[in-house]
């Protein structure tokens, strides 16, 4: 039976406040008649009037995504996704919509579908509808509305997606299921998430991988940006919006010193906290005693520390036996990968008193009165208790579009049916777009010096196995028999300097 | 005409996520008939019913404040508050729950309104009336609910108080306009807020305060925690739940490098923000160069920076001068005093459109489509957009709680009818109780170096004149006529830890 | 009998390195006939051959006072000193010559000598014979010939000081012996010293002080520069330079967390230490709990710390039992006060044995073989194995500067027989004159602003009270009947900016 | 022509000030007759009666090196290096003294030459001749000398090397010119430095490298701690030690983000210094915005600076342009990679003058008067100007024993003729042997989490293609043909802590 994503509860939570209530409207959209202002009924949503108020989140988000704003801005003359038929299924999102209309604004024809039955914010899918975009997708999707949406976005007469941009694996899961011969078409695949990259590589080793796959979830600029300087602060935004503790003189362990754990660190050695460090690696271990953190096992300190987290990619770091020994209103949270860090299933017992004190946070209570402060009951707290900036969805957003614009333009031959990983000098140029956010101000080699360093003036400038790995759980996936086989160029795009 | 603090907008926003819902309950609660599980019905609250949902918060706030837990326990043999019939007007929260039952417990009677028509929780209210405190306040009142609450707090037939505890001088300035005989039997007021001990200060020179009164704003540790330590946290916090932003490599200006200003450089510092730093005072400004800012006018980095902080206590510091050169984005907020640093009322003219694009936060539009983000409409960041801490709200509570004691046991003639700062020995007091947190370890003179100091061994180890200034704002009302006058001993507070 | 100062061993290290070799003279300089290019002979150094090389250093040296190379431009119109005649006893050193030579510029004429047997460089006291100072000091004096250089400066035929430069008290001490009339003429002393300070309060005490004195030891810029700034980077070169140890991951106690030990522990902090931290002032301690340091007492880590430093201006801090008690190789240090806060005498005894390794460096052994590195003997590390920055300097010589200005030029009664510190104002403004070298831009009040404020457009910005305290040691010499009686006004000095 | 590294100027100063003086003595070591106590005269060092004092430098060396003080217990039982004899070419300093007995102890013969005319410790040479090591080398030699010594180290009667560590290739160089029938039976060579590293890679391509080699440059743990830990101490170190600088408030723009360059800027950012950069690729452009640094090409901030650091591994990046352009007392040094990285050769002009004003420190004069100051003539400052902590040399001295070790007991086959890097596991292990220096304690994993993570108990955990890579510079030289071909098994070395 296929694992789906579709009930992850990973996926990531976003501000609605500002947006508009449309909870006393129990009709199902599938039920719905809707027609956009230009007559248009090709989508599904949750109420095409809403379309106005997602347009403002869209356009809040047009000014901190400025490298796909540059991406239109270049593909005015040439449109070098002309003749694409995209087929998407992401979160949908402010941030996606300005990527599905810069697809749009490149040559491309898009049809999306959501990722996640819970992440859609429907007036960003409402606006995306009015705009001529197929969207079918709306906020609390039933399973059967799920794959339902899938189909309407694949099974169109008359019109075939050439493209496919998942996030997640069931898009693609899906036209293997019910549409294999779809495939004959389509000219690659490009996925975003840990999942379904894995299942790529699954597909891959197993030989039934039949078109070229790109993944971008390993580039170094998203590794970086998602791990280091994310991390760093979605651990204090989380802590805070579910606790509001205060961060100075508190004694906190974190479970892992990989890029997750440096910026964890990092934060709240800034803010104040006493921080130890757990690690099985000594050569992060050597790091993080040179970064100032003691090092010491979980055990040696599980009784003194206010704040317990976990930052490892691996499972059962914290146990029940953790948890036994933790003292009163310790809180407990996981910074690193699916729900298995810490040993919450474990804390199912009769003797134990679970209650619900906020959205995300659950005190257990035990027999003698002591409580502990388990957050998103152990899932990703970055991703449940904080938002992710538009900042760092923008790095990705431009690497999707880029590797669709690779695979979509490759000479024939360049790629085999496999799993790739973005070259050096891609990661570089997205990089580079996004510069101008800062006023940051590259330098540029002389031809004197180029030559010296035996480098291209225009990179890539570091060698394609440099990576920023991230927790054992991503290596294990990045096998020796699965070693990035790069052959890109980026003629097509000359670097943003030149 | 008097000013009152009802009507300011600065109260502080709690988390309301958890709580239960009554916004269906339209019936006033002066016209409800409610009587607690004893049988008492000398209270008006919300619906006393959710006094269950209110104990359960006071539990969770009673973890994090210590010291009010200590004191209890201290005073399970003596009861330094017996005989004392406190009337206190401060917001109905978690955390003055429990300075009210440390007070009940160690002897004395309360009554309670209001300080603010908006921040009670009712829940809390409910819990305290529950356990048998008169309690007058719920979430909304009008303004005529606010002094009737405050009146039903003194006007009691066969119950007079003898201290008054006030959050914001509108109890006291009650008291002085309706019942000014009452102040024959009270032994003295203990004041919070800024604006209350500005309102002192000017009874005081007119000659007309007729007991004495203690300033608990200025205190050292209350300073140094709500301006350095606090800030640090909340201008993260406040700025990541308003805008969801991303700090690192943000441009950002400081106006001011007071304890406020160097706490939130430090910590947009840490998160990676490129800082800049204003001042007027050349010491401060001096500071500021060698804690790796650069200094400038407002002027010379206003069209770069992202952000705009302002933390001067000053009036006008941003100017509408300076919001028009402001780049497209760019972040305006206040975490300094009032509201006047930024000068909103010049942004509400006709060409430019505001737009409340979630609460808290407005898109000021110029009409060339520039937007600026202006916080809070420019009322103090740190307590409309983030929570105070509970630690910081405990050290306060405790300064409270022992003014109280300190007043109301205080021999006859030791204080005038002035208004006077904590001694040291007090803030120290204060500050030790709060080190079990951290389980800090405070080190002991031996005799030979006490003597050697000059200092008794159990403090206090500065002198009274030593203290932290916060803005000129408020150096300008402790100037050199109302320079502390302090002659308390706390004879009978041992020392913690002897 | 009297305590000089001339055989302390704290004096400055200053860089020898590039200087000229003349350890191959054995001449006293007392029996040396030398001219300088003038054909004067009117003082008393090495040899008046060196004085290019000393030159050299002083145009070094000046690049980096920019206050006073101001002051000096400042000055040429108006000679705020002509008439004066001062007589000065400091340190020899590049940076005192830049102030001689600026007091000069203003009008001054001076005779100076060393307060130090060792601390002449010969060749900057070479430089300043050959422009014509009457200088008389050399490196190695011996205590009579200490005595009789003071002399030579006080007992001129045909010249009387007006006004007294003293560093440690020994020239004011010889005059009050010696010359007890001379002090009719004398308008006044500036005292720089901590020793010589507290004899001037002794005197006071004693009503036998006969002028008026500026303590300029207790002004707030030099003491914030002298303990925070300066440790901060001065605990990290002393231990470098004289045991080449890396910080990242040792493990480092820091008695006491006044502004020097805020100093020493935020370097070592940055630089990857884990730092602990102990204090005997709850409210120094919080802060330190809140700074993300362990409070703890010394006992608790003795055993496993690589570094101690002590900070407290206390003595006895680290007793024999301490020493006992530390690992292999323990490093202890002292950065605080005096020598005393290490109890080095207890290690004088015979199971012990003493080795010097390096220029301050001696390794203590145990029977057992176990060592610990001790550095200057306990005295202060920063003054004896590190150089203290011009910049700093700058600070104290502007300082010292100001106050024989306005001392000089106070209208008759200003200034009582008493000790006084220096007004705010003087202070902002000493500050102000350093902040060009930083390109750092001070923001004027407006004058709606100033009104607001309740303060002058020109400062001073602070209260008079407003001071950065040092450690008990210097607060018990500022006893409440020793608070600053301030009446200067520095009316001939205009604000720099204005 | 072959390049020799006898007269590169970039060997590393060592302390020097503890050391007998010998410089009175004039006679060449080679014309001297000298025995050690037990009689051997198989040595050429300047005085073996300097012994003693090498010996006690031996000794502090020791307890900084655990980890080879731990391969010394490990191997009592069995000699990894029975039967080894093994010729060296290293500096000879304590630490190198402390690997050449620990690979006695391990049973290995050596014969060691200086890599550099003027490194040689002449104590710590007599030491080890004291110690029966024949030792050929002393402080001084001419480039006759030099060759003169590396030849008694492998023209010895009846001894004939089977093993080689290099630092520089020179040894190598000089086997293969002179005998290269001796690599019959040389089973491998370790090599420490880039420049004989990339000797030995040129070898390699040329098809004459006729035996396996061993890069132990571009180990991870060595790389990290050189460029990262180490340089960020040494930066603050160096620009102490020659130029007494205070660092807050200073401007300073650093040339390159690789790790040295963040290193760099951390240290100074936590010093209070405006630190700038600039850089050449994205990706790191990116991150040190993020880390908050302003990006900005040279050009932009040249006037302003106070000062300027190269760390870019190319060459011209200071160019004398920029030179032109800095403000006067402007301090320009070098942190990089050789001694091009700043145009040094173009300041050597007639219109400017150089003065030496101290050691390593110049002064360039232009006519204007403006001096800018130069530090080691702009070759490494890490190097020339300070000291490498011996933390750092035991890293690198670890590594060359194991590597030594793993050449030596390799099974026939496991290593061809071309140049290795060390294996991941090997890395690993020496970080764990340093782990205790810290008290810190690594976590082990569980078998179910072994499992789970796929990967085995005892490492390595991470895959052999994660690397720290530094400058581009190194990279060149780990060109795609160059790749790690790494099959080492470390069998006889089990994990430290099972």
Redesign the interface.
Known sequence: IVETSLFLTDYRLF?A??YTDSSDDETSPRDKQQKNSKGSSDFCVKNIKQAEFGR?EIE?AE??MPALMALRKRAQGEKPLAGAKIVGCTHITAQTAVLMETLGALGAQCRWAACNIYSTLNEVAAALAESGFPVFAWKGESEDDFWWCIDRCVNVEGWQPNMILDDGGDLTHWIYKKYPNMFKKIKGIVEESVTGVHRLYQLSKAGKLCVPAMNVNDS??KQ??DNL??C??SI??GL??TT????????VVVCGYGEVGKGCC??L??????VYV?????????????????????N?VIR?VDIVITCT?????VTREHLDRMK??CIVCNMGHSNTEIDVASLRTPELTW?R???Q?DHVIWPDGKRIVLLAEGRLLNLSC??V????LSITATTQALALIELYNAPEGRYKQDVYLLPKKM???V??L??P??????????D??AK????NKN?P???N???C?GP??N??R???DE?PRVQLTLASFPHPFT
Chains 1, 2, 3, 4 share one sequence.
């Open positions: 501000p406040a500002s403002r809040i000014q901190e170094v600029t970086k940006f300087y994310c760093r602060e204090l935004d805070k919006r509001d503790m205060m961060f100075g003189g508190k004694q990092a934060a050695k800034a803010m104040g906290s006493v757990t690690e099985i690696d000594p050569i992060c271990a050597l790091q993080a005693c040179m970064d100032g953190f003691r090092l010491v096992k979980l040696e003194q990619g691996n499972k059962n770091v009163n209103s209650e004190v906020r959205s946070v904080s938002t900036p538009t900042f760092v990661d570089e140029y990089a580079s996004h510069l956010t800062f006023d940051a101000h590259l330098t540029e080699l002389t004197e010096q010296y360093l035996g480098l990179g400038f570091k060698p196995y440099y990576r790995l054992p759980q290596q294990r990045l096998g020796s070693l």
